[in-house]
C-alpha cells in the first residue's frame, strides 16, 4: 500500500463510498470508496488520511482501532486483486500487512477491539486474538446478512454478542468471565444491536423496526424498551452515549430519534444488578413487561400517551415510551448514528454527507442542525 495521492477533480467525481463506520469512540469515522479508504477526524470536522490504491482497488469494509494506525479492510466486489472473501488486518504506520485472512464466503463485517478482532460471515463469526493472531472462539448464527455483532473495548471487559441460532436470539459471550447468556430478545429476526463500550448494556431491534429493547448483558434481563414507530421500519444503526444516558436510533424513514435511558451509568448498574438477582437466570422472554430496578437521571423522560394510566387494558403501544428529541434526514441514504460531546448527536450518510446536531437534555423536542459537511462527492447515492 503506498502513500495518500492527490486525486484529479475528474477522479474525485467518480468515486464511490461503499461504507462508513464509527471508531470505537466516536471521535473519527472510516469511509471505504471504490479507490481506497479515508479517515475525518469529527471535531474539528477534518480528513486526516487517504489511502488510494488506483481504479481497480476498491475497500468494500473498512474499521479502526481507536484512533491507532491498526486497520480491518476487505476488498469490493470490483476489486481483481483483493477480493470481499478477504480480511487484511494492516498498520499503516509501518506501511506493512499485519496478516490477512481468506474465506469460503463473502465477508459481511469486520469488528476491532484492543484485545481481538472479528470477522462477520453469513452464519459464522470468527474471533481472533490480536495476541498471536490465532482464531480464539466461533460462532454459528443464523443467516446474518447485515452482519451484526458487537464487541466491548474496556481493558477489563470481554463481552462478545452476535445473534444467536434462532430467530430473534442474541448470543452473548463473557470470554473474562467464562459465561454465557442466551436472550430471547425479540420474536422477529434481529436486525440491528449495539452495546456500551464496557459491553454491560445491549439494545437491540428486529426486523419490524418499532421497538428498541436494552438489556443487561450479565443476567439477560430486559431493562427498558422505547418505541421508534407504529409503522414498520427498516433500522439502520442504535447507538448509546458513553455516559450511558442516551440512546439514538436513525431509520428509513428519515427521522433519527433521541430515548432518555433510566440508568445512571452501565457500571453501577451492572453491580446492583448482580447483586440483587444472583444466580438468576437469562431471560427467554422478548416482553419486557417486567423490568429490573434502574437509576432514574436527572435529564428529561421520554413521552408516554396520555392513555397509559390504562396499561394492561388499551394495546400496548398506548404504555410505550416514545422518543425525547427527533429531527428528520433525507430519507434517500442510510444514515448511521453516533453521540458526540455536549449533547449533541452526529450522522454519516452514505451519500457523503456528516451533520452534527444538538439537543436540548431537559426539554427535548426538535433537535437544532450545528454543523454540516459533504465529505465526498458522490454522484449517486449508494
Same mark, same amino acid.
Given at each position: 500500500m503506498g502513500q495518500a495521492e492527490e486525486a484529479s477533480v475528474d477522479e474525485e467525481e467518480e468515486v464511490k463510498l461503499l461504507s462508513v463506520s464509527w471508531n470505537q469512540d466516536n471521535s473519527c469515522f472510516i469511509a471505504a470508496t471504490t479507490n481506497g479508504f479515508r479517515v475525518f477526524q469529527c471535531k474539528p470536522f477534518q480528513e486526516s488520511m487517504r489511502r488510494m490504491f488506483g481504479q481497480?482497488?476498491?475497500?468494500?469494509?473498512?474499521?479502526?482501532?481507536?484512533?491507532?494506525?491498526?486497520?480491518?479492510?476487505?476488498?469490493?466486489?470490483?476489486?481483481?486483486e483483493f477480493p470481499p472473501?478477504?480480511?487484511?488486518?494492516?498498520?499503516?504506520?509501518?506501511?506493512?500487512r499485519v496478516d490477512e485472512y481468506n474465506f469460503m464466503s463473502k465477508i459481511r463485517s469486520i469488528k476491532l477491539s484492543k484485545?481481538?478482532?472479528?470477522? /462477520?460471515?453469513?452464519?459464522t463469526i470468527n474471533v481472533y486474538r490480536f495476541k498471536d493472531l490465532k482464531l480464539f472462539y466461533q460462532a454459528r448464527t443464523v443467516s446474518n446478512l447485515n452482519g451484526l455483532c458487537c464487541?466491548?473495548?474496556?481493558?477489563?471487559?470481554?463481552v462478545f454478542a452476535c445473534p444467536g441460532t434462532s430467530k430473534g436470539q442474541v448470543l452473548v459471550e463473557h470470554f473474562g468471565l467464562k459465561e454465557t447468556i442466551l436472550i430471547a430478545a425479540h420474536a422477529s429476526h434481529l436486525s440491528c444491536m449495539t452495546m456500551t463500550l464496557d459491553g454491560t448494556l445491549l439494545a437491540t431491534a428486529s426486523v419490524k423496526g418499532t421497538?428498541?429493547?436494552i438489556f443487561n448483558t450479565r443476567d439477560g434481563t430486559c431493562v427498558q424498551e422505547v418505541r421508534r414507530g407504529l409503522d414498520r421500519a427498516e433500522i439502520y444503526s442504535i447507538a448509546l452515549s458513553q455516559n450511558v444516558q442516551w440512546l439514538a436510533v436513525s431509520s428509513d424513514k428519515g427521522t433519527v430519534h433521541v430515548f432518555s435511558l433510566r440508568v445512571k451509568n452501565a457500571e453501577d448498574d451492572a453491580n446492583t444488578t448482580e447483586s440483587s438477582?444472583?444466580?438468576?437466570?437469562?431471560?427467554?422472554?422478548?416482553?419486557?413487561?417486567?423490568?429490573?430496578? /434502574?437509576t432514574q437521571t436527572n435529564t428529561g423522560s421520554n413521552t408516554s400517551s396520555s392513555l397509559s394510566f390504562m396499561k394492561g387494558i388499551l394495546p400496548k403501544y398506548f404504555s410505550s415510551e416514545w422518543s425525547f428529541a427527533q429531527f428528520r434526514l433525507p430519507e434517500v441514504t442510510r444514515h448511521i448514528t453516533a453521540f458526540g460531546d455536549q449533547d449533541t448527536v452526529m450522522m454519516i450518510g452514505l451519500d457523503g454527507s456528516f451533520y452534527r446536531y444538538s439537543f436540548d437534555p431537559v426539554n427535548g423536542g426538535e433537535m437544532m442542525l450545528k454543523e454540516y459537511h459533504r465529505f465526498l462527492k458522490t454522484s449517486k447515492p449508494l
Open positions: 481497480n482497488g476498491g475497500i468494500g469494509i473498512a474499521a479502526m482501532l481507536f484512533r491507532t494506525s491498526i486497520f480491518g479492510i476487505v476488498g469490493a466486489e470490483s476489486n481483481t472473501t478477504m480480511l487484511k488486518i494492516w498498520d499503516d504506520y509501518n506501511e506493512c484485545d481481538y478482532f472479528v470477522v /462477520v460471515l453469513e452464519k464487541l466491548s473495548h474496556h481493558v477489563n471487559a470481554s421497538l428498541i429493547r438477582t444472583a444466580g438468576a437466570p437469562a431471560n427467554n422472554n422478548y416482553n419486557c413487561g417486567s423490568m429490573v430496578p /434502574v
